[in-house]
C-alpha cells in the first residue's frame, strides 16, 4: 500500500524550547512511518528549529524538511510540499499544532468510506464548539453544515483532486480562505469527521491590518464565489456571510475604535466602494440587524454617524444567571437565564408594537432602515440558549443538551428578552456520545440567534451547593465548582481529595471564638470509608513567615445534595507563638500525607484578633505582576502563531 497521508507543517520560528512545536513534532512522529509521511516546510528559521528537524529526518525515513527562501508566508511552501507530496491525501497544519493520537487515520478511514474530495476532522481551537461538528456527515452543504466557519487548511484533501482542479495557495492576502473555498465549492463530496478531535489548533484566522489588503482579498473570495455558483439564494447567501464577517464587522466592536482616524476612515472608504460594487440592499435581509444598520450607513456614506453607532453599542454583551444546580442521579442540571444587556448592566429592550418586536438603534439613524429591516420579530422566536463546555488546557469543548425558551416581559411597549432553560451534563455521554476527559470544565453560554457574544456563568449571591457524586460508566468523582474569578466549573474526577477540597474553598466561612479562629471550608464528597486524615497548613506572608499545622475534622454531607465540611481550630495570640496565629496576612494549604494544595483564599487577621478573608486573586497578582516583567518577551513567538 502506497502513503496514505503526506502531512505539510509550515515551520518558521516556532522557538528554541517551544513545548508546542515540541508536541507538534512529537504528534507527527507517532504516525506509522510506512503508511504516513511528513514534509516539513521551514521558511529559513534562524532559532534552531530548521537543524532539529533536519537531525529527526536523518534517522526517520518518511520525514523531509523543505528549507526554502524566506517569504514571511507559510503559502510558498505549502505549494512545495505539495508538488513532492506522495500520499493519496495531503492535510495541512502548522508548527504550533497537534495531532491527536489515531486522528489521522479515522480521518483517512472516513474519507475513504464517503470518497470524499475533503474530509474536515474536528478542531480543537480554544474557542466555542463550532456547529459544523454538531454531527459528523458523509456529504456536508456549504451553508446547512456551516462549511465557512472553517476556513483554514486544517483539512484532509484529496491529491488527486487538487491536482485536477489546479488548486494551489495564492499570494494575495485571505489566500487560505481562497484555497479552502475554491476547494469547498469545486468538490464533489465534502464530508465531516464530528468525533474525534483530531487536531489541536492554534489558530490565527487570516485577517489583514491593512484596509486594501482585507477588501482586495474579501474581492477575490467574492469572485471566486461569482465563478463557481449559479445566480440565487446559495450565492447570495455566501456573499452575505464573507461581507459580514471580514467586512461588517471591522466596522465596530474595541478593535475599530482603538485605530487610528486615518484607519478607520482607510476602512471605511475601502469597504463602501466594495459595497456599492458588489453588496446590493436586498443582502441585508440575510444580516443580524445591527450590522443591517452598519450596512446601511455604509452605502450612505455616513462615516460620522457609523462610529456613533459603533461607540454607542461598545460594551453591548450578554449577561448568564444561574438559578438552580441540582444532581439527577449522576447527571447535572444547571438552570440558567441569560439576556442582553448594554455596557452600563441595563437590559436592552425592544419595541413593541401589536405583537411584533422592533430593534431601536442606538443612535437616530433619520429614516435609514424601514421598519421591515428593524423587525426582529422572528429572530427572537428562533433564538436559544446554548451551553457548553470548554478544557482549558486543551481547548476541547462540547456543546450540552438544552432545553430554552425566550421569555419576554411587556412594559410600556417595551419588550425585554431573556432565554431561559435547563443543561444537563452527563460527563459518560457530553463528547458526542463518548465520556469527557479528567479536567476542570468551564461553562459558557451564548444566545444562539441574538447576540455574538458568549459570557460566563458568574457566582450567584446564595452561593453553590458544591455536593458531587459518583457519576457512572466510567464511576468518577464530578464536582461543580468556581474558577479564581468566581466563574461556574466543572471537575471530572479531582486528583486527589485534598484537591476536590480546594477547587471549592472560594465557599470557605471563617470566625473567631473563645481566643481561637475556626476555618469551615465544603467538601464536595467524602467516601462511605470517611475522609482521609488531612491538616490544615496556615504559612505567614513574609521573608521569615513560619507555618502553623493544625488537624482538621471532616465531617460528610450528603452525596449530590448536601456538601461535608472540613473545620479546623487554630489558636490566636497577639503575640503569636509555636503553633498559634497572630497578626499578619496568612495563605493556607492542605495536606493529606505527601500531597500539599494551595486552597483559593487567605486570611488578614488584624492586631485585635479581627479575621477577614483574602481573595486568592489579590494574593496572586503580584506573582502574575512579577512572571510578567521577568518572562514577557523571552521566548521568540513564532510568525505564524
Known amino acids: 500500500m502506497g502513503v496514505k497521508v503526506s502531512v505539510v507543517v509550515s515551520v518558521a520560528d516556532p522557538g528554541p524550547a517551544d513545548d508546542s512545536f515540541d508536541a507538534c513534532v512529537r504528534s507527527v512522529l507517532d504516525l506509522p512511518p510506512d503508511e504516513y509521511e511528513v514534509i516539513f516546510a521551514d521558511d529559513q528559521s534562524t532559532d534552531g528549529a ?11 525515513d518518511n520525514i523531509r524538511v523543505l528549507h526554502l527562501e524566506r517569504s514571511g508566508s507559510p503559502l510558498p511552501g505549502r505549494n512545495l510540499a505539495l508538488s513532492t507530496a506522495r500520499g493519496a491525501y495531503v492535510f495541512f497544519m502548522n ?39 454538531a454531527r459528523s456527515r458523509d456529504r456536508a452543504d456549504l451553508l446547512r453544515d456551516r462549511l465557512l466557519t472553517v476556513p483554514t487548511a486544517h483539512k484532509l484533501f484529496r491529491r488527486d483532486f487538487l491536482d485536477d482542479r489546479q488548486l494551489r495557495f495564492g499570494e494575495l492576502p485571505l489566500a487560505e480562505y481562497a484555497f479552502v473555498l475554491r476547494a469547498y465549492l469545486a468538490a464533489k463530496v465534502v464530508a465531516i469527521l464530528a468525533e474525534p478531535v483530531c487536531c489541536h489548533v492554534a489558530w490565527v484566522e487570516e485577517d489583514p491590518d491593512d484596509p486594501r489588503a482585507l477588501v482586495s482579498g474579501l474581492r477575490e473570495l467574492m469572485d471566486i464565489v461569482d465563478i463557481r455558483t449559479e445566480p440565487g439564494q446559495q450565492r447570495d447567501r455566501v456573499h452575505a456571510y464573507l461581507f459580514r464577517v471580514l467586512g461588517l464587522r471591522r466596522l465596530g466592536g474595541q478593535r475599530y475604535l482603538a485605530a487610528s482616524g486615518e484607519h478607520r476612515n482607510a476602512t471605511f472608504t475601502l469597504l463602501r466602494e466594495l459595497a456599492v460594487e458588489r453588496f446590493p440592499e436586498r443582502l441585508d435581509r440575510y444580516l443580524p440587524v445591527h450590522l443591517r444598520a452598519r450596512s446601511a450607513l455604509l452605502r450612505a456614506g455616513r462615516a460620522a454617524e457609523l462610529n456613533e453607532l459603533a461607540q454607542e453599542s461598545r460594551g453591548t454583551t450578554l449577561r448568564a444567571e444561574l438559578r438552580d444546580v441540582r444532581w439527577d442521579s449522576s447527571v447535572l442540571t444547571l438552570s440558567l437565564a441569560v439576556e442582553i444587556v448594554r455596557a452600563d448592566g441595563t437590559p436592552l429592550t425592544f419595541r413593541y408594537d401589536d405583537g411584533r418586536l422592533y430593534w431601536i438603534p442606538p443612535i437616530n439613524l433619520d429614516g435609514l432602515l424601514p421598519p421591515v429591516m428593524t423587525e426582529v420579530t422572528e429572530a427572537a422566536e428562533i433564538a436559544r440558549m446554548e451551553v457548553y463546555i470548554r478544557n482549558p488546557d486543551t481547548g476541547v469543548s462540547y456543546f450540552l443538551p438544552v432545553t430554552s425558551e425566550v421569555d419576554q416581559k411587556i412594559d410600556d411597549n417595551r419588550a425585554r428578552l431573556r432565554a431561559v432553560g435547563v443543561a444537563r451534563l452527563d460527563v459518560g455521554t457530553a463528547a458526542l456520545g463518548h465520556p469527557v476527559d479528567p479536567g476542570v470544565w468551564e461553562v459558557h453560554v451564548r444566545m444562539r440567534g441574538a447576540h455574538p457574544a458568549r459570557t460566563r456563568v458568574g457566582r450567584p449571591p446564595s452561593g453553590l451547593n458544591v455536593a458531587g457524586v459518583l ?53 464536595p464528597y467524602v467516601p462511605p470509608s470517611g475522609g482521609p486524615a488531612v491538616e490544615l497548613l496556615l504559612r505567614k506572608k513574609g521573608p521569615r513567615g513560619r507555618t502553623v499545622a493544625v488537624p482538621a475534622l471532616v465531617e460528610p454531607g450528603v452525596p449530590g445534595k448536601l456538601a461535608g465540611q472540613l473545620v479546623a481550630k487554630v489558636q490566636f495570640r497577639r503575640i503569636s507563638g509555636e503553633g498559634t496565629l497572630g497578626p499578619g496576612d496568612w495563605w493556607p494549604r492542605l495536606r493529606m500525607e505527601d500531597k500539599v494544595v494551595d486552597l483559593r483564599f487567605g486570611l488578614e487577621i488584624g492586631r485585635g484578633g479581627q479575621v477577614r478573608l483574602i481573595p486568592v486573586l489579590r494574593r496572586r497578582s503580584w506573582v502574575r505582576r512579577v512572571f510578567l516583567r521577568i518572562f514577557r518577551g523571552r521566548n521568540s513567538p513564532s510568525r505564524w502563531r
Open 50 to 60: 530548521a537543524e532539529r528537524l533536519d537531525a529527526v529526518a536523518a534517522v526517520r
Open 95 to 133: 508548527a504550533h499544532d497537534r495531532l491527536e493520537p489515531g486522528a489521522l487515520a479515522k480521518m483517512y478511514d472516513k474519507a475513504m468510506e464517503t470518497d470524499a474530495d475533503v474530509l474536515v476532522g474536528r478542531l480543537a481551537w480554544g474557542g466555542p464548539p463550532l456547529a459544523v461538528f
Open 471 to 523: 457519576a457512572e460508566f466510567p464511576r468518577r468523582l464530578v464536582v461543580p465548582c468556581w474558577s479564581e474569578q468566581g466563574e461556574l466549573s466543572v471537575c471530572v474526577e479531582p486528583r486527589s481529595f485534598p484537591e476536590s477540597i480546594a477547587l471549592v474553598s472560594t465557599g470557605v466561612s471563617v470566625a473567631r471564638r473563645d481566643g481561637h479562629v475556626y476555618v469551615a471550608l465544603p467538601v
